[in-house]
């Protein structure tokens, strides 16, 4: 069975910076494409940033320049490097695995909990 865990959100100032993980069980990272979503409160969820292991990237508009999508395969994990943070990038932040890279439109197929990021003014 396949389980992601996701840790490192809280509470940060705007202009501040912070590293999301995904541990991934079950099975090896490098046999999926994976990606970061969120949802703000009241909103729908949205793709943040895919990445495959071949070296292929997507990034959201919104956090293209600011954010970093990365993944160790020795350690099972997914990151995500956020900086210069910003009021709108409050939402519960998924890690999500799926089986094919198709950029914004990754079909995710394991999701997990979600980590909440909240970035004050």
């Known amino acids: 069975q396949v389980q992601l865990v996701e840790s490192g959100g809280g509470l940060v100032q705007a202009g501040g910076s912070l590293r999301l993980s995904c541990a991934v069980s079950g099975r090896p990272v490098s046999g999926y494409a994976m990606g970061w979503f969120r949802q703000a409160p009241g909103k729908e969820r949205e793709v943040v940033a895919t990445i495959n292991w071949s070296g292929s990237t997507y990034y959201a508009d919104s956090v293209k320049g600011r954010f970093t999508i990365s993944g160790d395969i020795t350690k099972n994990t997914l990151y995500l490097q956020m900086n210069s943070l910003k009021p709108e990038a409050t939402a519960v932040y998924y890690c999500?695995?799926?089986?094919?890279?198709?950029?914004?439109?990754?079909?995710?197929?394991?999701w997990g909990k979600g980590t909440l990021v909240t970035v004050s003014s």
């Open positions: 999500a695995g799926g089986k094919t890279f198709r950029g914004p439109t990754t079909s995710m197929d394991y």
